[in-house]
């Protein structure tokens, strides 16, 4: 029986686990704002097109270079130097969703953690490949 109350957490324990797939909205994201003053409420974010497996390809250590090679530019650089990337990706064959990736570098410039600021977004990454 304990088995069966263990395993329903397993993978969220996982997830805070892995230094680059952590889910934290506490971490200050930008604020998604509007383009235009007279554009209405049902706007969207706007994101980089990218597939999972590039996503997949960032790793602990990887030189900002490489990172940028995977993700392209980050949409915001923090005073605290990590990037804030806002990406596209494929929810459904037809839908995408907007995430919000924010990558931390340790004191040499190389990968040291990253965050999402939804767990959709983590999900989709943590999946396993089909």
């Not at 957490?9 to 200050?28: H, I, K, S, T």
């Not at 030189?63 to 923090?78: M, N, R, W």
Request: hydrophobic share 40%; glycine share 4%.
């Amino acid at each position: 029986m304990l088995l069966f109350v263990l395993v329903p957490f397993g993978a969220a324990e996982a997830q805070n686990d892995d230094r680059l797939n952590r889910v934290a909205p506490e971490v200050e994201f930008s604020s998604a704002e509007r383009n235009y003053a007279d554009m209405d409420a049902r706007y969207a974010r706007e994101g980089v097109l990218r597939e999972i497996t590039q996503v997949r390809r960032i790793a602990v250590g990887q030189s900002q270079d490489e990172l940028q090679a995977a993700l392209g530019s980050s949409a915001v650089e923090h005073d605290d130097g990590s990037y804030e990337y806002h990406l596209s990706l494929p929810l459904t064959r037809q839908d995408r969703l907007i995430c919000q990736y924010r990558v931390f570098f340790d004191d040499r410039d190389k990968v040291a953690s990253a965050v999402w600021r939804r767990p959709q977004c983590a999900d989709l990454v943590l999946e396993q490949p089909q």
